[in-house]
């Protein structure tokens, strides 16, 4: 007898033992016509194991099962002579094959399908070393997968069909792999699975060739983009979601449908063949949804590029005169600009004027008689300007009719020391605790278009691993590189934003989800770009991704940026529901970080180095100083040992040598590869002070603008709720923060603080902007294993305030 014979005289007795039960039940059955059945799905498995071993796990232990096991005739742990399917639940219970899964919709697919495991064994090899991204499709291993046998497989077909004969909602595109409905965790039932044997026994789907060489034809000129193709992929059933990026989900989603109809070419990418096989698939089976890709297939390449506001080249440009102008005479070409005494310049772009008369602080300026047509002119103001505010109005324009356009530059930093003793205090403190033990420190003081003090205290490096002093220590010097810690958040995450939020790219208002589409479920939908710069999103302070004990489960163990970054957007848990209080938290700017590469097409690194800091001339602000031509011997040494806090701390490829050129912060180094929107950037103190002048010019530099002062209002304005938050920026405010800002800042103070030991103020209404860096973590480790501090946090220069109330005393009362 057959299994398919018996399987029928079972169900036939079960059905008239069902019968003869109703009989003798009080009930009246009529049968509703809105109903389904339960099952949806056929899930196809590969055991990986032999038929012993699956049995043992399917059957005994293991916490695993299966409708049915398919044995193979070459397997010697196989007991029977000829090959029967095993039958291990019965159809109508629960098996527990599918795990954390999706198809069309439809989640954790046990409780909907009906699983087959068949007995065949891949071998994998793995490389000595580790790849940087893990992908369960990856293609650095190597697995050989065997053939599938044939008398296995007429038994499948006998049984798939007798399957779909009891199951009718089960449809051609519902007959699926294990890697169909879990692709970032599964790759069975392999690429030797004989998809296109079972369609042609009528099972499952396939596509027409002539439709593919349809699409072929079309999308070997213009491909679909990336995220029109996982759009596709997600009509069709898969769980992925539209990021326009080739990101690690679509790089398992694409592996695990070429396994299926495209299992000669197992690459991964979103090719032209692979495309033109999906909407092949998608016309056959799913003809209105493949229709309504097609029309934003043809919409993408007829779609216009999004415009970009253009940034200007200096702090004032404007027509002369006047192309739409006021009827209140004296408003009309007139205006300010922000300079220093002695300082300034402007930029005359002539076009068909032949004189003007030009003004500056209500002085007219000598300029060439006659003016040339479509020439520029360039001139000195430094007997015109004064510090702050200065004015400008054209008038006399000749002849009738001409025009010209005015440019005043962005102020630039100068170099003039202060007079002697003028910090002296400041100075005496900090020497005295650098005799005391302090490691060292650079400052630097900015103000009024001024760099009056640059100097430097201590060691760059001193001790060694164990604590020991170095007998000859590395000294400090004015352009030593610091780790800047959480400054890196402000200098590097803030200045991308506000600078892509000036050219339109980003609207801080708009949910995360609207620039990262996979940043969706548990209430991230709801989630503003605002809420996580103002730390009120309700993450955790942290997650240690970088160790397996973290307090979120080893699933967030990750020490590769790829999978720390899908972790943050689609795995993190909120702690705190959406604006409920201010939690600083690291992760919102890591998300940040994200949000930056995904709107810039770049690295972070690569986006901030090139699109900021260089213009501006900066070549000592960048991430990861080791891996781009800089020595340990130019850096700030951090922690002793490593991340181990003096031997208390240990996990995965913990570094335990004083650390000096690698970015302290365990998540920056050890999960996102040393660049992350939270930490990992490297400056000196000259660097950040032009930064800080940056920001004091209200956004430009020079000829280059990196954001509107429109856009900095936005960012450093307080909140309602805390007047000590802007968006991301700390605000002195009414003395909240006294401990970073001291008690002379104004009120419109704004900075940030590093871990590490650095610490900003910029404070425009006096002008004036301060950079403190030690590297005050390079210091012994005091305390119990748990109750424990760096001993440079015990000096003054390591907690701030009274190294920035000292600064403020000195120059106000200098003035």
């Known amino acids: 007898m057959t299994f398919l014979s018996w399987f029928k005289k079972l169900s036939l007795a079960a059905a008239t033992a069902l019968l003869v039960s109703c009989a003798s039940t009080p009930y009246e059955f009529t049968q509703s016509a809105n109903y389904s059945h339960r099952v949806k799905f056929l899930v196809m498995h590969y055991t990986a194991i032999d038929y012993e071993k699956s049995m043992r796990v399917l059957v005994e232990e293991g916490g695993l099962s299966a409708h049915y096991l398919l044995p193979e005739s070459s397997d010697p742990s196989y007991p029977e002579d000829e090959l029967k399917v095993i039958q291990l639940v019965d159809e109508h219970d629960r098996a527990w094959h599918a795990g954390r899964s999706y198809w069309q919709g439809r989640e954790d697919l046990n409780d909907q399908s009906i699983g087959i495991e068949i007995v065949n064994v891949p071998t994998c090899h793995y490389p000595e070393v580790k790849p940087e991204v893990h992908l369960e499709n990856d293609a650095s291993k190597l697995c050989i997968f065997p053939d599938y046998d044939a008398k296995q497989m007429a038994l499948l077909i006998e049984l798939s069909k007798g399957i779909l004969e009891r199951n009718p909602d089960i449809g051609p595109t519902q007959v699926v792999g294990h890697s169909d409905i879990a692709p970032t965790r599964k790759n069975d039932p392999g690429p030797r699975f004989p998809w296109y044997q079972l369609y042609q026994a009528g099972i499952g789907a396939w596509y027409d060739s002539d439709t593919v060489d349809k699409y072929w034809q079309q999308f070997s000129v213009v491909k679909p983009s990336i995220g029109l193709m996982q ?22 989603t694409l592996s695990a449908f070429q396994m299926h109809f495209l299992p000669w070419h197992v690459s991964g990418n979103a090719d032209a063949r692979s495309a033109a096989v999906l909407f092949a698939l998608m016309e056959k089976y799913f003809p209105k949804k493949a229709a309504k890709l097609m029309l934003q297939y043809q919409q993408q390449q007829t779609t216009p590029e999004p415009i970009v506001k253009p940034l200007a080249n200096a702090q004032v440009v404007m027509q002369i005169p006047n192309p739409n102008p006021s009827s209140r005479t004296f408003v009309n070409d007139r205006g300010t600009f922000k300079a220093y005494k002695g300082r300034g310049h402007i930029i005359i772009e002539n076009n068909t004027a032949t004189s003007a008369d030009i003004f500056i602080n209500g002085e007219k300026i000598n300029i060439a008689q006659p003016l040339t047509a479509n020439k520029l002119y360039e001139y000195s103001l430094s007997k015109r300007t004064h510090n702050g505010v200065n004015t400008f109005k054209v008038e006399n324009v000749q002849p009738e009719g001409a025009s010209l356009t005015l440019r005043f530059p962005y102020p630039t930093l100068a170099t003039t020391p202060a007079k002697k ?14 005799a005391q033990g302090f490691p060292g420190a650079v400052l630097a003081v900015i103000k009024d278009g001024q760099l009056v003090k640059l100097s430097h205290y201590g060691d760059a490096k001193k001790y060694q691993a164990d604590g020991s002093l170095l007998s000859q220590p590395q000294p400090m010097k004015s352009d030593t590189l610091f780790d800047i810690a959480s400054n890196s958040k402000m200098f590097a995450t803030n200045l991308a934003l506000m600078k892509l939020a000036s050219e339109g790219k980003v609207d801080v208002e708009k949910p995360l989800f609207y620039y990262l589409p996979e940043f969706r479920g548990a209430g991230r939908e709801q989630r503003l770009v605002k809420d996580l710069l103002t730390h009120s999103a309700g993450y955790p302070a942290v997650v240690d991704f970088h160790r397996k004990d973290n307090k979120f489960g080893e699933r967030f163990f990750s020490q590769n940026s790829l999978r720390t970054k899908n972790l943050l957007l689609t795995g993190v848990p909120f702690v705190a529901d959406r604006n ?88 920056a180094f050890y999960a996102l590869g040393g ?41 450093i304005g307080p909140q309602a709720s805390d007047e000590s938050y802007g968006l991301g920026w700390r605000r002195a405010g009414h003395g909240a923060l006294k401990w970073h800002f001291g008690p002379y800042a104004s009120e419109q103070a704004y900075g940030h603080t590093g871990w590490t030991g650095t610490v900003t103020v910029i404070d425009p209404v006096y002008d004036l902007a301060i950079v403190l860096l030690t590297n005050t973590r390079h210091s012994p480790i005091e305390g119990s294993e748990k109750h424990y501090e760096f001993v440079g946090k015990k000096f003054e220069t390591g907690k701030y305030g009274s190294i920035i109330s000292l600064i403020y005393e000195a120059i106000l009362n200098k003035q």
């Open 231 to 252: 759009k596709a992929l997600r009509a069709y059933g898969y769980d992925i979601h539209a990021t326009n990026q080739l990101d690690p989900q679509t790089l398992d």
């Open 421 to 434: 003793n003028v910090f002296k205090q400041v100075d005496s403190l900090i020497n005295q605790e650098i």
């Open 580 to 667: 409920v209080k201010h939690l600083y938290s690291d992760i919102d700017y890591m998300l940040l970080g994200v949000l930056v590469e995904r709107l810039s097409g770049q690295s972070l690194d690569n986006y901030v180095e090139g699109q900021i800091y260089q213009p501006l001339g900066l070549s000592h602000t960048l991430y990861n100083p080791l891996q781009k031509g800089f020595t340990k011997n130019q850096i700030a040494a951090t922690e002793l040992q490593g991340n181990t806090r003096g031997g208390r701390i240990n996990f995965d490829n913990v570094r335990t040598d004083v650390l000096q050129g690698q970015v302290h912060d365990e998540k």
């Open 675 to 715: 660049v992350a929107g939270h930490a990992g950037l490297f400056s000196t103190g000259q660097d950040l002070s032009v930064l800080a002048q940056l920001l004091l010019n209200r956004g430009g530099y020079g000829d280059k603008q990196m954001f509107t002062p429109q856009v900095l209002e936005q960012f």
